[in-house]
C-alpha cells in the first residue's frame, strides 16, 4: 500500500508560479509511474503530467507543455510539479497519483493509477 500527500497548492496571480510536490510512504515508490491530474468544478478529471521510475520519460499534456515540469528524487520518496506561467484555467484540485503497473512510458489515463493522495486546491486569479 502507498500513501501519497500533496502539499504547495494556494492561490497564486495569473503570470506567477507553485511548486507542488507529493510525498510518498513505502519502499516501492521507485518502481512506480508518478502522475499528476487535475480536475476543475464540473469537469472530469485530466492528465496533467507524468514521469517513470526511473526519470527517462516524461509526458506532458498540451495545455501544460512548456510551463509545467514534473521532476521525482526517489532517494526522497517525492515527487514534484513545477508550474510556471500559471493560467486562470490552470485553477483545479491536483491529485499526485501512482501506476504499479506500467513498466513503459506514461499513462495519460486516470484508470490505470492505483493510488491517489487527497488533493491540493490550486487557484489563479486573473
Known amino acids: 500500500q502507498v500513501q501519497l500527500i500533496e502539499s504547495g497548492g494556494g492561490l497564486v496571480q495569473a503570470g506567477g508560479s507553485l511548486r507542488l510536490s507529493c510525498a510518498a510512504s513505502g519502499r516501492t515508490f521507485r518502481r512506480y509511474v508518478m502522475g499528476w491530474f487535475r480536475q476543475a468544478p464540473g469537469k472530469e478529471r485530466e492528465f496533467v503530467a507524468g514521469v517513470t521510475w526511473n526519470s527517462n520519460n516524461t509526458t506532458y499534456s498540451d495545455s501544460v507543455k512548456g510551463r509545467f515540469t514534473i521532476s521525482r528524487d526517489n532517494a526522497r520518496n517525492t515527487v514534484y510539479l513545477q508550474m510556471n506561467s500559471l493560467k486562470p484555467e490552470d485553477t483545479a484540485v491536483y491529485y499526485c497519483?501512482?501506476?504499479?503497473?506500467?513498466?513503459?512510458?506514461?499513462?495519460?489515463?486516470?484508470?490505470?493509477?492505483?493510488?491517489w493522495g487527497q488533493g491540493t486546491q490550486v487557484t489563479v486569479s486573473s
Open positions: 497519483a501512482a501506476d504499479r503497473s506500467t513498466l513503459e512510458g506514461v499513462p495519460m489515463t486516470a484508470t490505470m493509477y492505483d493510488y
